[in-house]
């Protein structure tokens, strides 16, 4: 069975650091472009960063550029999402997915319909 565990999230203060993980089971993304999404309370689903298969092209949401950091390792077939300076907004539901479909792509994928395997996401939570 392929799966996507998120987990790293927790509560943190403003100006804080997390580091989400994002480990695949059950078969290897490493041909695959994966990306970290979030859901705030009462919002919808937003895009945060992707990363293509072989690292080599991220892209980021504006609201997190200079402070989010996406990688992989593709020996451990596992994302990584390097939350600094951490603000009040950032507290949402953060969840992993992988463009499954589709391999070797260099340009990244920024919305939800181009990630067909999503993880159960990971809570973070940052105080004022």
């Known amino acids: 069975q392929v799966q996507l565990v998120e987990s790293g999230g927790g509560l943190v203060q403003a100006g804080g650091s997390l580091r989400l993980s994002c480990a695949a089971s059950?078969?290897?993304?490493?041909?695959?472009?994966m990306g970290w999404f979030r859901q705030a309370p009462g919002k919808e689903r937003e895009f945060v960063a992707a990363?293509?298969?072989?690292?080599?092209?991220?892209y980021y949401a504006d609201s997190v550029k200079g402070r989010f950091t996406i990688s992989r390792d593709n020996a451990k077939n596992t994302v990584y999402l390097q939350m600094n300076s951490l603000k009040p907004e950032d507290t949402a539901v953060y969840y992993c997915?992988?463009?499954?479909?589709?391999?070797?792509?260099?340009?990244?994928?920024?919305?939800?319909?181009?990630?067909?395997?999503w993880g159960q996401g990971t809570q973070v939570t940052v105080s004022s």
């Open positions: 990363i293509s298969w072989s690292g080599g092209s991220t």
């Open positions: 997915a992988a463009d499954r479909r589709r391999t070797f792509l260099i340009v990244v994928g920024t919305t939800q319909d181009e990630y067909d395997y």
């Open positions: 059950g078969r290897t993304f490493s041909s695959n472009n």
